[in-house]
């Protein structure tokens, strides 16, 4: 495990495994630390997820997997100490509980079938409950983070020395799984002429999801789509000035 801050750093990172997920061509590094450091830097949740998810896309993980945010404390939720981890136990609960983190990173998703319930019975169930009532965050990358270039996988290869990897099953294109290239975000009020005209575009899938801050709209609009899609989403989102300033686009890369 890793207990990580939140720092501003200039350029590129290189990192060692297992931080090299965590490193990004942004203006943020998730720097390790022997030690709870002082506090160095704030952030919302849904500004820490967004950095998370452009690193190691939730679209690029298999279609069986369960990855990004899987536990969200009510908002508003700053974020100030990370714990890193492989997989999520009691033990490194209570570490993170005990050491005041925020969001707790892990490899593998602790939440992987749906639960049914949450009790303090069955220990993933009572992992469920004790991070909600801590005010923990959780988050998972998992086979996201496999498929990136230079990610777990290409890790891993490089420990049988020099070798030719090659994807099991290789994309052709630069797309999402589902045929995909583009996620088009938008933070705060959408009209709603505007969005059933979006919504109406072939080659689009809109989904909308509860606000994670504040000072914001009262959802975020997430559209998947072509790139021929994309282009006409962006013409109707322009008319609205305030409504296009609150739009961030992430490509897509398989």
């Not at 938008?186 to 072939?202: F, Y």
Request: glycine content about 6%.
């Amino acid at each position: 495990m890793l207990r990580l801050l939140l720092q501003p750093i200039e350029g590129v990172l290189e990192a060692p495994p297992p931080c090299r997920m965590l490193c990004a061509r942004p203006l943020w590094l998730l720097a390790a630390s022997p030690r709870w450091s002082p506090l160095r830097l704030v952030m919302d949740l849904s500004s820490v997820v967004s950095r998370l998810d452009a690193l190691a896309p939730p679209a690029l993980a298999e279609s069986w997997d369960n990855v990004g945010l899987l536990v969200e404390p009510t908002p508003p939720h700053q974020v100030r100490r990370i714990l890193l981890t492989n997989d999520v136990t009691e033990e490194v609960l209570e570490e993170a509980l005990g050491g005041g983190a925020h969001l707790l990173l892990s490899y593998h998703p602790p939440i992987f079938k749906p639960l049914k319930r949450l009790t303090c019975g069955p220990w993933k169930e009572r992992l469920m409950v004790r991070a909600l009532e801590g005010r923990l965050a959780v988050y998972s990358p998992h086979t996201a983070c496999d498929a990136l270039a230079n990610g777990v996988n290409a890790w891993l290869g490089r420990a049988l020395g020099p070798c030719v990897s090659v994807p099991l099953r290789p994309s052709t294109a630069l797309s999402h799984p589902g045929g995909y290239s583009h996620v088009l975000e938008v933070r705060g009020d959408l009209p709603e002429a505007m969005l059933s005209r979006v919504s109406a575009l072939q080659g689009a899938c809109v989904r909308t999801y509860p606000l994670r801050g504040q000072d914001q709209g009262d959802a975020r609009v997430r559209l998947s789509c072509s790139q021929k899609a994309l282009l006409q989403a962006l013409a109707i989102l322009k008319e609205d000035p305030e409504v296009y300033k609150g739009v961030e686009l992430l490509a897509l890369q398989k």
